[in-house]
């Protein structure tokens, strides 16, 4: 089992930054990789970024160039770096684990007003 929880979801303005935070503990050492997905009210879950244990990384192309993820192996911590936020990022944001089982965080709102 692996648990995560994520933090660091808000209210921002357009053009503003946030940086989720996401603590993973439990049997870590199954896990491939790591991601950020998100979901907008009324839409499917979407993924936003991913990152290899390796260190390769992934991105939607609505994010490239603004996101950026990144893992600190010591804190077994995973981050999503959010810069110039639209309104259309607007979701709730779940951090997940990926390997022989994929595990979900309880996810955090992130809210950008225009």
């Known amino acids: 089992q692996v648990q995560l929880v994520e933090s660091g979801g808000g209210l921002v303005q357009a053009g503003g930054s946030l940086r989720l935070s996401c603590a993973a503990s439990?049997?870590?050492?199954?896990?491939?990789?790591m991601a950020w997905y998100r979901q907008a009210s009324g839409k499917q879950r979407e993924l936003v970024a991913a990152?290899?244990?390796?260190?390769?990384?992934n991105y939607a192309d609505s994010v490239k160039g603004r996101f950026t993820i990144s893992r600190d192996g010591a804190r077994n911590a995973l981050y999503l770096q959010m810069n110039s936020l639209r309104p259309e990022d607007t979701a709730v944001y779940y951090c997940?684990?990926?390997?022989?089982?994929?595990?979900w965080g309880q996810g955090t709102q992130v809210t950008v007003s225009s």
């Open positions: 990152i290899t244990s390796g260190g390769s990384t």
């Open positions: 997940a684990a990926l390997g022989f089982h994929n595990y």
């Open positions: 439990g049997n870590i050492f199954s896990i491939n990789a």
